[in-house]
T-cell receptor
Framework: SQKIEQNSEALNIQEGKTATLTCNYTNYSPAYLQWYRQDPGRGPVFLLLIRENEKEKRKERLKVTFDTTLKQSLFHITASQPADSATYLCALDMGYSSASKIIFGSGTRLSIRP | NAGVTQTPKFQVLKTGQSMTLQCAQDMNHNSMYWYRQDPGMGLRLIYYSASEGTTDKGEVPNGYNVSRLNKREFSLRLESAAPSQTSVYFC???????????FGPGTRLTVT
């Protein structure tokens, strides 16, 4: 079965630096890969989606890369701020329609210290 | 526009009791999902529904049943609750064109 690993359970970095989170998967490549943010006590919130034929996607201070050869996605937050502190989840979309199954990683808890 | 709503927010059950978790979305999405989230394990898919009248098993369906009542509502039922079902349950719906998921606020369930 498909497995997803997010590099570390927790990441602690200095404000202003770039945070880089890793998502690795096994077996076959997904059609889409998504990243979500989750704050304590709340449901996840969608951030970015990248397709299997895309190498990179950007949105404001966020950047996602997708390497199907390495079976890896990297999620970057540039000029990080304490407000970026949250848990970030990577999700693999196994199909090619909105009706497909989605599998989540266990998340990386990011803390940005002032 | 409330997005995805879930009831109840909190529930405590005794082992063997049954209950239904309710979920509704007002975005006219076809696909809806139920997940459970346990510490250190991320979100695990219990069941999903690609459209009204269809449901499919996810990674951890045992001990649960679902009903897609109509396009808006997707309920999750625990027929005989067990302590292993203590968890936070999230419902989500999915955009038909954008593919992103929208999550509800969650139901925190404790089974004693």
């Amino acid at each position: 079965s498909q497995k997803i690993e997010q590099n570390s359970e927790a990441l602690n970095i200095q404000e202003g630096k770039t945070a880089t989170l890793t998502c690795n998967y096994t077996n076959y490549s997904p059609a889409y890969l998504q990243w979500y943010r989750q704050d304590p006590g709340r449901g996840p919130v969608f951030l970015l989606l990248i397709r299997e034929n895309e190498k990179e996607k950007r949105k404001e201070r966020l950047k996602v890369t997708f390497d199907t050869t390495l079976k890896q996605s990297l999620f970057h937050i540039t000029a990080s701020q304490p407000a970026d502190s949250a848990t970030y989840l990577c999700a693999l979309d196994m199909g090619y329609s909105s009706a497909s199954k989605i599998i989540f990683g266990s998340g990386t808890r990011l803390s940005i210290r002032p | 526009n409330a997005g995805v709503t879930q009831t109840p927010k909190f529930q405590v059950l005794k082992t063997g009791q049954s209950m239904t978790l309710q979920c509704a979305q007002d975005m006219n999405h076809n696909s809806m999902y139920w997940y459970r989230q346990d510490p250190g394990m991320g979100l695990r898919l219990i069941y999903y529904s690609a459209s009204e009248g269809t449901t499919d098993k996810g990674e951890v369906p045992n001990g649960y049943n679902v009903s897609r009542l109509n396009k808006r509502e997707f309920s999750l039922r625990l027929e005989s609750a067990a302590p292993s079902q203590t968890s936070v349950y999230f419902c989500a719906s999915r955009g038909d064109r954008t593919y992103e998921q929208y999550f509800g606020p969650g139901t925190r369930l404790t089974v004693t």
